[in-house]
């Protein structure tokens, strides 16, 4: 049983969850940047990739908050 395969939803919910830990950490980053008079330009593209990966892996936003 240890070797069953993780099926889909499984594996899509936990690419999703992992996806929207990453973009809160990056939002975080962006934000503390702008406080501190930084150049957020890093962040901000580090957001655009994330929201691209999600298009690709067809993940929904989530309506949890």
Do not use: C, H, W
């Not at 919910?13 to 990056?26: D, G, N, Y």
């Not at 890093?42 to 990739?49: A, H, K, M, P, Y």
């Amino acid at each position: 049983m240890a070797d069953a395969p993780i099926d889909g939803a499984r594996l899509q919910q936990a690419r999703a969850r992992i996806l929207a830990f990453t973009e809160r950490l990056v939002l975080e980053n962006t934000a503390a940047d702008y406080r501190r008079g930084r150049d957020p330009s890093d962040n901000l593209r580090q957001l655009i990739d994330l929201q691209t990966l999600k298009r690709r892996l067809e993940i929904q936003p989530s309506n949890q908050t």
